[in-house]
């Protein structure tokens, strides 16, 4: 292995190495690598304790590392707020890193089917109008670890609370998770990884709202993960006004990506599309949109408007988002709507961050 690699991986914490690192990380080191599966296991699955301590049980040298200013850090997150929502089904975290930076992990769902939502970025440079994680802007890159470390937050949490475990992961939180590709791919392999959380692959969602060198990219990694694309707008006018990101990869060759991923990885695609009440939720939004999607095999989730502060939109009347739905499914698209749970929690991406931000400075 290349020095430098070496010296990168060594700034990651221990929660963002996958197996085969660490089985290096700790053969650089001089300590037997044929410990790292037990040293795995713990860090992604010895949850209710704190490392060092909870590799107690592992050889001494293995602990002699740990304790050394030599081994990787743990990633130290720290919960700043917690809110669950009314009807109990969503939990959203945000969550402190070490810079100081905060982002959020969202746990919905219901026993047996817990799945957790988590953040890829700190705020995002796609600047999707409607999105308060767009409206803050980019600040930077989450580590492998520091996502995985979300991943784990929830895990703990479910555990304590519950007595449950996570079943599905949904990379939907902060960010644009295919922006940064190689630190989400890493977590989602020890994520997957059967010696840890061992989320099947299947169980995972990579939401992208048209990152196209992302999905090419996808489309060639070895595991399949579910694609989900945020489209919004059936003309490239109409989704340029909603995500600007639109103007650099327009529709026409994002749904050519689509169907390529959809042919090399013999899977069905989820579309996504946010219903803003008098913006694109007519019924000839609705047949536009299945006419762009004919003869893909394609998904269509519809999601009434979470509301925030920065953009001046609302959800439509339930009657319109199911004459919308109705017109999906009679041109033969399955199709569902996305319950609004959370929304007393702020759970759409990055609006804990901002009523937090607002009451701080006294205006929410
Ligand atoms: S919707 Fe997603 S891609 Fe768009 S700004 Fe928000 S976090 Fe970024």
Redesign the pocket.
Same mark, same amino acid.
């Given at each position: 292995m290349p020095s430098g690699e070496i010296q990168s991986i060594k700034r990651e914490y221990l929660e963002g190495l996958n197996f085969s690192s660490l089985e290096s990380c700790l053969e650089d080191s001089g300590v037997n690598p044929v410990h790292a599966k037990a040293l795995f296991n713990a860090v992604q699955r010895r949850l209710d304790r704190a490392l060092p301590e909870a590799c107690d049980h592992l050889v001494p040298p293995l602990q002699r590392w740990l304790r050394s200013a030599e081994a990787p850090q743990q990633c130290p997150l720290v919960p700043v707020a917690q809110t669950p929502s009314a009807d109990g089904y969503t939990h959203k975290h945000l969550l402190r890193l070490a810079d100081g930076a905060e982002v959020e992990a969202v746990q919905m769902g219901f026993p047996g089917r817990f799945t957790a939502c988590l953040s890829s970025q700190v705020g995002? /440079? !796609?600047?999707?109008v409607f999105? /308060?994680?767009?409206q803050m802007g980019f600040a930077r890159h989450l580590t492998a670890g520091e996502i995985v470390a979300q991943a784990l937050h929830v895990e703990r949490q479910l555990r304590a609370t519950q007595g449950e475990r996570l079943r599905n992961i949904v990379m939907m939180g !902060?960010?644009?998770p295919l922006h940064n590709f190689e630190p989400t791919m890493q977590a989602l392999e020890i994520l997957t990884d059967n010696r840890g959380l061992n989320i099947g692959p299947a169980r995972v969602a990579i *939401?992208? %709202?048209g990152h196209i060198p992302g999905i090419e990219q996808l489309a060639r990694h070895p595991k399949r993960y579910s694609l989900a694309v *945020?489209l919004h707008g059936a003309s490239d006018a109409e989704r340029a006004a909603l %995500?600007p990101i639109n103007k650099k990869w327009p529709l026409a060759d994002l749904l050519q990506a689509c169907r390529d991923y959809s042919r090399i990885k013999r899977a069905r695609v989820f579309f996504a599309w946010t219903l803003i009440g008098g913006v694109n939720d007519s019924d000839d939004h609705a047949r536009r949109l299945a006419e762009l999607l004919r003869g893909m095999d394609a998904h269509v989730n519809l999601i009434p408007l979470n509301p925030t502060e920065g953009f001046d939109g609302a959800a439509p009347a339930d009657s319109r988002v199911r004459a919308f739905q109705e017109i999906i499914q009679d041109s033969g698209l399955p199709s569902t709507v996305r319950q609004r749970r959370g929304i007393d929690v702020a759970a759409g991406?990055?609006q804990l961050k901002v009523a937090r931000a607002n009451r701080a400075s006294g205006l929410g």
């Open positions: 995002c /440079a !796609m600047g999707c999105c /308060a994680t767009g !902060m960010g644009e *939401s992208t %709202v *945020s %995500v991406c990055g």
